[in-house]
């Protein structure tokens, strides 16, 4: 068996996000096949059977190096080879996760920068993608539609070469589709968290559960909105949102939608009546707590290049736990929702539409039971062991791709040469800015503010 480093760039603990779901799962889905490490910046907590767990403090390039230095087949995402240059210089098969296309999602965030300083971070945040297109061995994706981007993505690095094409003529053996799954075994109910415990909601109302957190590419807003507007017609509505913050605030910032999204139930008189926010992050093994007991899944976004690419990966919960869904229409997963007759798919921002699908939904008790039938003949379709079929499969014969780039020891990623050269512009900036705070207040001190404030005096007297 190969020995398989995989590097997650969020914390490894009872919380999990995406990122930290799929480093686990993949460990998961590996340890019966190969040599699992899995390493995690600060925390790597979790017990998974025949996997070591390491932490590592998240700039020690160091400890990386060694595992990697130990191992057969490294698998990283994100900014993992931005922050960890040598995993691109050592004799290793580099199997790279680009399953979320981050660079997309960050559009809606670059936008709240002042112009050049926005536009100097989406440069950086493109050449650590980039460095990894040229690094790979083997890529990763989480649908079709996505492999189709990255496809384009990759031919612009040069690597759908003549001599790759005559090898394979699909590029499946550079690019494959490793979606998000779900669980093999059913979930199971271990104690109440909804009815009955949140104030508000009642033993017999009919649950919709937001699942994850509320992204500023998101769009509570519309859901919220079609919540009030049937609230007189289905007063045991609820809609609950089970994420807050992200727990990897390193790379995840609080994000201004959540509070928009308060701030709009508040507005409407909704607010912990028939709208309803968790507090905390929910650990990944309680999540089965509140899908079960849940009635409807809700998922929402904006019209956003991200949407085209998404993969809401939240929406895999609720086929495993059969959850009917109300989702925006435009992503793949709502392709599926229609396809597999999983729930409805709405307009972008149809805030009637939302609100009629939610009541056809409730039209008649037991939404759930209504759907469970159908649930039970498409779940298979989508578990982790199936999803990591492609990877289990290269990670067993691992093979080097002939035409990646190997980085130079002494050569750092452009990514790394970009945020150095942020770092400079923004300290230049500050000095500016220092400056100019020292010369204001010596002319606050000096006679000429003395004279412009004697003159306001006189003005104000006249």
């Not at 309803?276 to 290049?305: K, M, T």
């Amino acid at each position: 068996m190969h020995r398989v480093l995989i590097i997650s760039s969020d914390p490894i603990s009872e919380n999990l996000a995406g990122v930290g779901i799929r480093a686990v799962e993949m460990a998961r889905g590996l340890s019966t096949s190969a040599y699992v490490t899995l390493a995690a910046p600060e925390r790597a907590d979790l017990n998974l059977p025949g996997v070591q767990m390491i932490a590592f403090a998240r700039e020690d390039e160091n400890t990386i190096g060694n595992l990697a230095g130990q191992s057969d087949i490294i698998i990283f995402q994100g900014y993992s080879l931005m922050r960890y240059p040598v995993i691109g210089t050592l004799n290793k098969r580099l199997v790279v996760d680009i399953y979320d296309p981050y660079y997309l999602e960050g559009l809606e965030l670059f936008i709240k920068h002042p112009a050049e300083q926005g536009q100097q971070i989406a440069e950086h945040t493109l050449a650590s993608l980039v460095d990894q297109l040229k690094v790979g061995d083997f890529f990763l994706c989480a649908s079709e539609r996505q492999r189709d981007f990255w496809v384009g993505m990759l031919t612009s690095a040069g690597r759908l070469s003549p001599a790759g094409y005559r090898n394979d003529p699909t590029f499946r053996s550079l690019i494959d589709v490793v979606p998000f799954g779900c669980p093999d075994t059913p979930p199971i109910h271990t104690q109440p968290v909804l009815r009955g415990v949140v104030p508000g909601i009642a033993e017999d109302d009919t649950i919709l559960l937001w699942g994850g957190g509320i992204w500023d590419w998101l769009d509570p807003l519309t859901v919220i909105a079609a919540m009030g507007r049937i609230r007189a017609q289905r007063p045991k509505l609820k809609l609950f949102f089970l994420g807050k913050r992200h727990p990897n605030p390193a790379d995840v910032p609080e994000m201004a939608m959540y509070e928009r999204a308060v701030s709009l139930a508040a507005e409407l008189g909704l607010l912990g009546q028939t709208v309803f926010f968790n507090d905390r992050w929910v650990p990944y093994n309680e999540r089965a707590n509140y899908l079960l007991e849940a009635d409807i899944g809700v998922s929402a976004h904006q019209e956003h290049i991200e949407t085209r690419f998404a993969f809401r990966t939240r929406l895999l919960d609720c086929i495993w736990a059969g959850l009917p869904m109300v989702v925006s229409s435009g992503d793949t997963l709502a392709d599926t929702v229609v396809a597999q007759g999983l729930g409805y798919a709405v307009g972008i921002g149809d805030v009637d539409g939302f609100a009629q699908a939610l009541l056809d939904l409730t039209s008649s008790p037991d939404p759930r039971g209504r759907y469970a039938a159908t649930f039970d003949a498409v779940r298979a379709q989508f578990t982790w062991s199936r999803s990591l079929e492609p990877l289990v499969n290269f990670c067993r014969q691992p093979y080097a791709a002939a035409d990646r780039l190997r980085l130079d020891t002494h050569t750092k990623p452009a990514a790394m040469k970009r945020e150095a050269k942020l770092e400079a512009m923004i300290a230049e900036k500050n000095r500016h800015i220092a400056q100019l705070e020292d010369l204001i207040k010596r002319l606050e001190s000096g006679r000429l503010m003395r004279l412009l404030r004697w003159i306001e005096q006189r003005r104000k007297r006249s």
